[in-house]
């Protein structure tokens, strides 16, 4: 599996958001491999599941059976929350 976290710029944020994907996968014993991008580098196949914020996720373009949308992304709850929901039900 490949998870990709994205911000506007590619930059700070979405590798805050990869290192924290990493501790919460690695919390629940889920092997993947994370890479961070920037919104406008994203396509829908380079990865199989997205995580962004909720103020760039509405213009993605991503779908959202392959989308998580954070709202704190320095919250590693709101992670883990929202990790185990969709490992849950996939």
Not at 10 to 19: I, T, V, Y
Not at 62 to 82: H, R
Request: proline letters at 1%; glycine letters at 6%.
């Amino acid at each position: 599996m490949k998870i990709m976290a994205v911000c506007g710029s590619g930059l700070g944020s979405s590798f805050m958001m990869e290192m924290n994907i990493k501790k919460v996968l690695n919390k629940m014993g889920v092997t993947a491999e994370v890479e961070h991008t920037d919104l406008a580098s994203v396509n829908p196949t380079d990865a199989d599941l997205f995580v962004m914020a909720k103020d760039i996720a509405a213009s993605s373009g991503i779908s959202q059976d392959k989308l998580i949308v954070i709202t704190n992304i320095v919250s590693l709850a709101e992670y883990e929350e929202k990790l185990t929901e969709y490992f849950n039900a996939n």
